[in-house]
């Protein structure tokens, strides 16, 4: 089975702008997940998909958002860009968001 | 509120030598655990979860509730243990990482 993937790979975007980032789970895989990584914070989770629904959310301000589509693909938005937002940003999926995360590659995003 | 805490940023090791990462967490009801391992530029893979007592690549994690700890250990460290560990809790919550680097 293929990855998890992510698209796209880096991305530099300035303050005030909004931002995309886009992941494919493992076929079959209904759960998405989204997670921060900083060096000063490190991982933080972000929400959960499941069917269409977010299931889970974590401590984030209302500019993160996010959405799945009927094929389990996931998107993942933030609106006014801040310089703190600079971060990777993984998701990961799992069959029922019960057993095992599979971690995609992430998505390195500079806001500048 | 949950809380993971990693207190080592960075902990080396001589190859041979046992290793110990810690982690210390706050949950009140029965907690949920796991390890991530990060090696350089691969992919963020869960290394084990407590509930299934597992051992992986050598790596065991004991859960103390008494202590509300659950800490990494493995009696020989290898130089392909270097990498980025995070302790996980529950919904998730995850610590901050312990870099590893094991000395040849």
């Known amino acids: 089975k293929a990855g998890v993937t992510q698209t796209p790979r880096y991305l530099i975007k300035t303050r005030g702008q909004q931002v995309t980032l886009s992941c494919s789970p493992i076929?079959?895989?209904?759960?998405v997940s989204w997670y921060q990584q900083t060096p000063g914070q490190g991982l933080q989770f972000l929400f959960e998909?499941?069917?269409?629904?977010?299931?889970n959310k974590g401590n984030f301000p209302g500019r993160f958002s996010g959405r799945q589509f009927s094929n389990s693909r996931s998107e993942m938005n933030v609106s006014t860009l801040e310089l703190g937002d600079s971060a990777l940003y993984l998701c990961?999926?799992?069959?029922?968001?019960?057993?095992?995360?599979?971690f995609g590659p992430g998505t390195r995003l500079l806001v500048l | 509120a949950q809380r993971v805490t990693q207190p080592e940023k960075l902990l080396s090791v001589f190859k041979g030598a046992p290793v110990e990462l810690k982690c210390n967490y706050s949950?009140?009801?029965?907690?949920?655990l796991f390890w991530y391992v990060q090696y350089s530029r691969q992919r963020l893979q869960l290394l084990l979860r407590?509930?299934s007592r597992e051992s992986i690549k050598g790596f065991t994690a004991d859960l103390n509730k008494g202590e509300t700890s659950f800490h990494l250990k493995k009696p020989f460290a290898q130089e392909e243990d270097s990498a980025m560990y995070y302790c996980?809790?529950?919904?998730?919550?995850f610590g901050k990482g312990t870099r590893l680097s094991v000395i040849a």
């Open positions: 990961a999926s799992s069959s029922s968001g019960e057993e095992t995360q599979y």
């Open positions: 076929s079959g895989h209904r759960s």
């Open positions: 998909y499941f069917s269409e629904t977010q299931r």
């Open positions: 949950y009140s009801g029965s907690p949920e």
């Open positions: 407590h509930i």
């Open positions: 996980a809790l529950g919904d998730p919550v």
